[in-house]
C-alpha cells in the first residue's frame, strides 16, 4: 500500500472565481455558475482557450430538494460550453464541491488530464426556511432525524458537550460572529456585507423611523445577548451563530504543475490534501471534535510535509459559531480546549497569527453549500497572491494557506493545503 | 425475539413494544444501540440481542425553537420547543433521543451528567406514528 500519500504528479490551480453569495430570486443555477466561470476565466493571468478543458467536476449537494431538479453535470457543463466533455457531479452534503476539488486534482495527478474545471453550485433560497431545514436534515445520520435533531440542534449538542468539558460559554461564541462580520464587511461578494456594530445602527434607524422607541445596546455582545435581536434557534446557538441560507457558484481551473506557467506565473500548488469520514452523535468517540477533520488533516498534513503552525491562513467550515472554534482545534492550529481562547485573544483576527475565515467564513459570504468547498479555495487563491483587497491579511511572506470543508454534521471533511512557491 | 434481523427495523419494532434493544458482538463482546448487522472492529455477524436496562446519564443537550415540518405539526415553534440529545447509557453505549422534563425555559439550568431513564413516546400529531426513543430525568 502507498504510505507515501503521494500524488503521481503535481497540481496546481491556475485560476479561480465565484459568483456573488446571496439570496437571487431571478437566477437560477446555471446563471449563477456562468457569473462564476465568467470571474475565473478573468483571473486566468495569461488567458487560455476554454476549449482545452477536459472534464468537470462539479459539487452539488441537494438541488434536487431544494430546486426539484437532479442530473446538474451535464446542465452546467452545457450552460459553459464544454458538451461532449465528461461532467461528473459530487456529493457529500456541504463539503460536496471540496469532493469535486479532490477528483479533479486526483484525475490531472493521474495523467489523465492536462485542464480540469472543478466546481459547485446550490440555490437554497427558493424554499421555506423550515423546507430548507428539513432539506438540510436529510445529511444528518438516520437516528437524529428519527428523535428531531435538525443541523442547529446537532451543532447546539456539540456546543453544549464542548462548554461542559471546558468551561466555554455563549460570550465565547459571540467573539466568532463578531470576527466574521468584521471580514464579511471587506468581501463584496459576501451575503452579509456589514459589521455587528453597522447592523445595530441600522435597527435603530429602522425604529427611529417607524416613530418606535429605539433599541439600545451597550456593545455587540449585548446586542447578541438580546432575545428580540439575536432569537434561540438550537440552545445554545441562536440565530447570529448560524450561516443563512445562500444561492452562490464557484469555480477553479486545475493543471499539472509542469504546464502552470502557460497560465501564470503565480500558480497555487496542492501542496497536500486529506479527506475523512465520521459517524452520528451516537456513535463518536468525542462529542467536541469531528473525527473526519482529524483524519483529513493528518492526510493532508503528512503529504505536504508541513506542520499545523506552517499554515498561515485558513478558510474553515463555520456552519456554526461552535464548529469554527471546534475546527480550530481538529485542524492542529490550538490545543484542545483552547480554540475559544485563541478566538477570544483575536488570533484569529485578519491581522492575528492565524487569521481564519477572511472571506467572512459560511456566516457571512454565505453558504450555499454545494458551492461552499470550491468558494474556500477562490479565498486563498485571492489571499497567497496578494489580491484580497481590503480584507488582505498584513502578513509578511505570505506562502501557505488552507481550507476545511465539512459535510453534513461531520460525516465527510477534507483540509487541503496550498502553497505559493 | 433472538432471530429477528439486527436492523434499524427490528429496533424501531422494539421501541414499539417499548424496549430499547441493543445488540453484542460474539466475537469481540462489544455491546451496539442502535444494533447493527455486522460488527465494524470484527466485520462479522455474530451478534446477539441484549435488553438494555434503559438508565443513564446526560451527556449534551439542546432546545429547538425551529421545529421540522413534521414537529412543527405537532405543536412545536419558538414558544413551545422541544429537547433532544446525547444519553450515556449504564451499559456505556450512547444513543440520540428526545428528552422530556427538562427545564427549556431556562436551558442555563440542565444539568449535564444528571441520571435519566428511558420513555417510549407516541409520534405523529395523534399519537400513531413510530414510536420516538425518549428519555426523562430519572425518578429519584
Ligand atoms: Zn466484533
Known amino acids: 500500500m502507498n504510505k507515501h500519500l503521494r500524488l503521481a504528479r503535481e497540481v496546481v490551480v491556475v485560476g479561480a472565481g465565484m459568483s456573488p453569495f446571496g439570496v437571487f430570486p431571478e437566477k437560477d443555477s446555471k446563471d449563477l455558475f456562468v457569473e462564476a466561470f465568467q470571474d475565473m476565466l478573468a483571473s486566468v493571468d495569461k488567458g487560455f482557450d476554454p476549449d482545452d478543458i477536459q472534464a468537470l467536476y462539479l459539487g452539488n449537494f441537494s438541488n434536487d430538494f431544494f430546486v426539484h431538479q437532479a442530473h446538474w453535470g451535464p446542465i452546467i457543463s452545457d450552460a459553459v460550453g464544454l458538451i461532449p466533455k465528461p461532467a461528473t457531479r459530487t456529493e457529500g452534503a456541504c463539503a460536496s464541491s471540496a469532493l469535486a476539488f479532490r477528483e479533479g486534482v486526483l484525475a490531472i495527478a493521474s495523467g489523465l488530464y492536462d485542464l480540469v474545471l472543478v466546481g459547485g453550485v446550490e440555490v437554497m433560497s427558493q424554499r421555506s426556511t423550515e423546507e430548507v431545514a428539513e432539506g438540510l436534515a436529510l445529511a444528518t445520520v438516520p437516528y437524529e432525524g428519527q428523535v428531531g435533531f435538525t443541523f442547529p440542534g446537532v451543532f447546539g449538542v456539540t456546543a453544549s458537550a464542548y462548554f461542559h468539558k471546558y468551561g466555554a460559554g455563549r460570550q465565547h461564541l459571540m467573539d466568532v460572529t463578531i470576527k466574521s462580520h468584521l471580514n464579511g464587511k471587506l468581501n463584496p461578494k459576501a451575503q452579509y456585507q456589514a459589521t455587528l456594530a453597522e447592523m445595530m445602527e441600522a435597527k435603530r434607524q429602522k425604529a427611529l423611523a417607524k416613530g418606535a422607541p429605539a433599541p439600545q445596546w451597550a456593545d455587540e455582545k449585548a446586542f447578541l445577548g438580546d432575545p428580540q435581536a439575536n432569537p434561540m434557534v438550537a440552545w445554545p446557538l441562536h440565530l447570529f451563530d448560524c450561516c443563512p441560507i445562500s444561492d452562490g457558484a464557484a469555480c477553479v481551473l486545475l ?92 488570533k484569529t483576527r485578519r491581522d492575528g497569527i492565524k487569521p481564519i475565515n477572511t472571506s467572512g467564513g459560511l456566516k457571512c459570504k454565505g453558504h450555499p453549500v454545494g458551492a461552499t468547498g470550491v468558494s474556500q479555495v477562490v479565498e486563498i487563491w485571492h489571499q497567497l497572491r496578494g489580491e484580497a483587497g481590503e480584507r488582505q491579511v498584513p502578513m509578511q511572506g505570505l506562502r501557505v494557506g488552507a481550507t476545511h470543508n465539512l459535510g453534513g454534521t461531520g460525516g465527510t471533511c477534507t483540509f487541503t493545503i496550498f502553497e505559493r512557491r | ?135 426523562q430525568p430519572a425518578a429519584e
Not at chain 1, 493543471?255 to 469520514?277: C, E, K, W
Not at chain 2, 425551529?66 to 420547543?81: I, W, Y
Not at chain 2, 422541544?82 to 440542565?110: F, I, K, N
Open chain 1, 255 to 346: 493543471a499539472p504543475a509542469g504546464i502552470a506557467r502557460n497560465f501564470t506565473d503565480h500558480p497555487l500548488y496542492v501542496a497536500g490534501m486529506g479527506q475523512g469520514s465520521g459517524r452520528g452523535l451516537h456513535a463518536k468517540k468525542d462529542l467536541t471534535s469531528f473525527e473526519a477533520t482529524q483524519a483529513a488533516a493528518a492526510e493532508a498534513y503528512a503529504m505536504s510535509g508541513l506542520e499545523p503552525g506552517d499554515v498561515q491562513v485558513c478558510e474553515v467550515h463555520d456552519c456554526f459559531s461552535i464548529a469554527e472554534i471546534i475546527h480550530l482545534e481538529d485542524l492542529g492550529f490550538f490545543p484542545p480546549g483552547h480554540g475559544y481562547r485563541a478566538v477570544a485573544e483575536g
Open chain 2, 1 to 135: 425475539m433472538q432471530d429477528m434481523p439486527f436492523s434499524d427495523s427490528s429496533f424501531q419494532k422494539h421501541l414499539d413494544q417499548g424496549r430499547l434493544m441493543g445488540c453484542r458482538c460474539n466475537s469481540c463482546q462489544e455491546l451496539y444501540t442502535p444494533p447493527r448487522p455486522l460488527c465494524p472492529t470484527c466485520r462479522l455477524s455474530r451478534m446477539e440481542w441484549v435488553a438494555m436496562s434503559g438508565k443513564g446519564r446526560l451527556c449534551a443537550f439542546t432546545a429547538i425553537t425551529v421545529p421540522p415540518p413534521a414537529l412543527k405539526q405537532e405543536g412545536f415553534s419558538r414558544d413551545n420547543p422541544y429537547a433532544v440529545g446525547v444519553v450515556e447509557l449504564a451499559e456505556g453505549t450512547r444513543v440520540v433521543a428526545r428528552l422530556l422534563g427538562l427545564e427549556l425555559s431556562d436551558p442555563d439550568s440542565v444539568a449535564l451528567g444528571q441520571p435519566m431513564e428511558v420513555v417510549f413516546i407516541k409520534g405523529g400529531p395523534d399519537g400513531s406514528g413510530d414510536t420516538v426513543l425518549g428519555f
